[in-house]
């Protein structure tokens, strides 16, 4: 066993926190939670799995470690240090600095092999931000190592201030609002809201830069792009800049935003207004940088409109996801490939699927009135993951496209033709897709009316449980959909009825992922809810 220092309380670890300055050698410093190193596996159970039961945020007393695949009715250790090590001891791969490290108490694992080991968080600001490197041990007679312990890959966690989640509204629809539609702030801990004044008109999507401070907002009809301070609460607009062709056309905005993995820069989905060409506007997303939320450079896209855009966590490559118009009409949507490496080729389409296969062959397509979270991304960049939505009477389904090949996969091998990931309601269609950082499960919306559900499926087609699926219940259907990074949580937005006496305002619920079940629920006084982003 490596040389770790022992304790018998959690006293130590508020030393531990103060001290964690050291800087991150991830590949990604500003993700939560991150994985790195390699496991040491039982011959038995395999390679022990360790996560955590949520982000950890500054403040949360709940904050835990969880253990996967160890040996049942044993003991497992986990080890919390400011930094992380490459060792290897008698075949046991260690993967934090064994000379800081500080051992948790010992927990007794289950009958079926898992375990939990708490780790309040303080709340202390000048945490926020810092790094830990933890790694579990478990007690495994067939352990490949001679120490007969098992291993786990080393788990980096960001602290984090406390969650937030941001929530753009319409307040009307006819005629368009003059401005000053609102964001609301939902502190994620303590359940209040709040309202962010804005000057913008249909706040549709919003994305947070990479330390949190600050928050981007799409104003869709008046063609701008807002920034937000969310060190402030609540958030403050400091700023609207203006896109490079602006348009009050209704049919024709930007629709989706997304930063960088290295928190660098900001993509924007522009569609029109003609002669220019549909494109994704590029701008500094770097609050340190002297040209932060400036416009850079432009990237055309051949297509009518962009429905959705994914950035590879590797920040090499971006995905877009977009139907070409008529979108009256069957469409087949198109999804492309865009090189994201500085250098001459930065811009560049390097691959495409033409037309996206969904049900029936070509007679799927994007619907013509909703833009939801329609793509989804594996967190190791192998998979996309494409809603489709059937017109002419087709089904709705989800494609998966392998990012190696860029071909979509089978997923009923057995048929001779290609299928796709079926909706659990016959007729419904997907209303949000969003996978955690772990990347086992796919979360998607089933809209159905008052028969909706949330539903999450294992989505990895080489895992043996590919497919298996579980769902909840919603009263109304939802439209966007967001996973916590950790997994634990998933929040729903559904934009109520008008037609129900009385009229059902929207709503964003909270679905805990371990029950299932709606825990929390708001409700707001606004015409429609659009496309939230966490922090």
């Known amino acids: 066993m490596p040389h770790i220092r022992n304790s018998n309380s959690l ?29 040491t596996a039982s011959t038995v159970s395999g390679a022990p799995l360790l996560w955590t039961n949520g ?8 904050f835990a470690f969880t253990h996967r695949c160890v040996a049942p009715n044993s003991f497992v250790l986990t080890a919390v240090a400011p930094a992380p090590s490459v060792l290897a001891i008698s075949g046991l791969w260690v993967n934090v600095d064994p000379l800081s490290a500080v051992l948790l108490p010992p927990q007794l694992t289950s009958p079926t092999g898992t375990a939990a080991t ?16 933890a790694q579990g041990f478990t007690l495994d007679a067939n352990s490949a190592s001679s120490l007969q312990l098992t291993g786990s890959e080393g788990l980096r966690v960001r602290l984090r201030q406390e969650a937030q989640l941001l929530v753009g509204a319409d307040l009307f629809v006819t005629p368009p609002n003059p401005g000053n539609d609102p964001l609301f702030a ?42 937000l301070d969310t060190s402030q609460s609540p958030p403050v607009q400091i700023l ?43 701008y500094d997303a770097d609050p340190a940088s002297p040209t932060f939320a400036q416009y850079l450079t432009s990237i055309p896209v051949a297509v009518s409109w962009v429905s959705d855009l994914r950035i590879a966590s590797h920040g090499q490559t971006a995905y877009v996801y977009a139907a070409i118009l008529p979108l009256s009409s069957p469409v087949s949507p198109w999804f492309a490939e865009i090189d994201l ?13 033409v037309p996206v296969r969904g049900p029936a062959a070509p007679t799927s397509g994007i619907s013509a009135t909703t833009h939801g979270r329609l793509m989804a991304m594996s ?33 009923i091998p057995a048929t001779p033709e290609l299928d796709n990931l079926s909706m659990s309601i016959v007729g419904a269609v997907p209303g949000g897709l969003d996978m955690d950082l772990l990347g086992e499960e796919l979360w998607f919306g089933e809209r159905s009316g ?22 909840v219940s919603v009263p109304r259907s939802p439209e966007f959909l967001v996973v916590s990074p950790a997994g634990e949580r998933v929040w729903i937005l559904d934009n109520g009825s008008s037609s129900s006496s009385p009229p059902a305002r929207p709503t964003v619920s909270e679905i805990d992922t371990a029950t299932m079940m709606v825990t929390r629920t708001w409700s707001f006084p606004v015409y429609r809810l659009h496309w939230p982003s966490m922090r």
Not at 404 to 409: E, N, P, R, Y
């Open 240 to 282: 609207s800049r203006r896109l490079q062709q602006p348009t009050t056309d209704p049919d024709i905005q930007p629709t989706v935003l997304r930063v960088t993995p290295d928190g660098s820069r900001l993509l924007v989905g522009v569609a029109g207004p003609a002669p220019m060409p549909v494109r994704i506007e590029v």
């Open 118 to 133: 708490g780790l309040p968080v303080p709340l202390q600001p000048s945490l926020a931000g810092l790094q830990l490197y």
């Open 186 to 227: 939902i502190d994620l801990l303590s359940g209040a809201t709040s309202i962010v004044s804005t000057t913008g008109n249909a706040l549709y999507h919003t994305a947070h830069s990479k330390d949190g401070r600050r928050a981007f907002v799409l104003d869709r009809i008046g063609g701008n792009l807002l920034v």
């Open 55 to 62: 982000v950890a945020h500054l403040g949360d007393a709940g």
């Open 341 to 353: 490496t500085a250098g001459p080729g930065f811009g560049t389409t390097l691959r495409t699927l």
């Open 379 to 411: 967190p190791d960049a192998r998979y996309a993951y494409l809603g489709l939505w059937g017109v002419l009477s087709a089904p709705s389904e989800i494609a998966i496209v392998d990012l190696a090949t860029m071909l979509q996969v089978d997923c």
């Open 450 to 471: 008052a028969n909706s559900l949330v539903t999450a499926i294992q989505a990895d087609p080489l895992s043996p449980s590919f497919g298996t699926r579980r769902s």
């Open 11 to 39: 006293a130590p670890i508020a030393v531990l926190l103060s001290t964690a300055l050291a800087p991150c050698q991830a590949p990604n410093p500003h993700a939560p939670l991150e994985r790195y190193g390699a496991p």
